[in-house]
């Protein structure tokens, strides 16, 4: 929903009320008019707008003080010791599966 009203933000939400309405409408069995379809569709985000002020600004790599570095360093030990756990358990598991076949 829209914080300024109660519609549906973005175009998906209307595409698919407004995609039903001209099915119903529509005075022949010939195709919708899909770009007209998407022209409304545009035309109703045109009245919500996001505007992103901001930028990034490199300020360098690596750690700010030995602290963060020990910390990276036991977190990635960590992982790899994890990784080579899960590994053995799947290991162990193929083998006893082997073992009843």
């Known amino acids: ?3 300024l009203s109660n519609k549906p933000a973005g175009a998906r939400p209307w595409r698919d009320e ?4 001209a099915a119903r409408s529509s005075t022949g069995p010939g195709p919708l008019d899909l770009a007209a379809l998407e022209a409304d569709l ?3 985000d045109d009245t919500e707008t996001t505007l992103v002020i901001g930028h990034w600004h490199y300020v360098g790599s690596g750690w ?3 602290a963060e570095r020990v910390l990276a360093i036991a977190a990635a030990a960590r992982a790899r010791e ?3 756990w899960r590994a053995a358990q799947r290991r162990i598991g193929q083998e006893s ?3 009843t076949t």
Do not use: I
């Not at 407004?18 to 309405?21: G, Q």
């Open 1 to 3: 929903m829209s914080l």
């Open 18 to 21: 407004l995609v039903p309405t």
């Open 42 to 44: 545009l035309a109703e």
């Open 64 to 66: 700010n003080t030995d």
């Open 82 to 84: 994890y990784d080579q």
């Open 97 to 99: 599966g082997d073992r």
